[in-house]
Nanobody, 126 residues
Framework: QVQLVESGGGLVQPGGSLRLSCAAS????????IAWYRQAPGKDREAISC????????YYRDSVRGRFAISRDHAKNTVDLQMNNLKPEDTALYYC???????????????????WGQGTQVAVSS
């Protein structure tokens, strides 16, 4: 079965860290750009990071730049999102999406991807 599955979410205190993982089954992530999105309660879904299919291009939303880092683990067939110095405003459902051969150009406005995951919940609270 071809699917994306996110993991690694949880409850963390402000200033803490989490590492989210986007795992693929049925296909190889190395040929796909991966974008991470999040949706907070009552807010629109927003794109926060993207790594191109070649891994040559990496983008971050301003609100997470310097705190979040996206990376590939080819051995595990995953794309991870390391999240440091988490803030209460980072609380959201986090999704990953995959598009073959995509360069991440215009990823902030992109809505159609080949595959979407179901999301993993992140809660930042004291």
């Amino acid at each position: 079965q071809v699917q994306l599955v996110e993991s690694g979410g949880g409850l963390v205190q402000p200033g803490g860290s989490l590492r989210l993982s986007c795992a693929a089954s049925g296909f190889t992530l190395a040929y796909y750009a991966i974008a991470w999105y999040r949706q907070a309660p009552g807010k629109d879904r927003e794109a926060i990071s993207c790594i191109s299919s070649s891994s040559e291009r990496v983008y971050y939303r301003d609100s997470v730049r310097g705190r979040f880092a996206i990376s590939r683990d080819h051995a595990k067939n995953t794309v991870d999102l390391q999240m440091n110095n988490l803030k209460p405003e980072d609380t959201a459902l986090y999704y990953c999406a995959a598009e073959q051969g995509y360069t991440c150009g215009g990823y902030v406005r992109k809505t159609a991807y080949d595959y979407w995951g179901q999301g993993t919940q992140v809660a930042v609270s004291s």
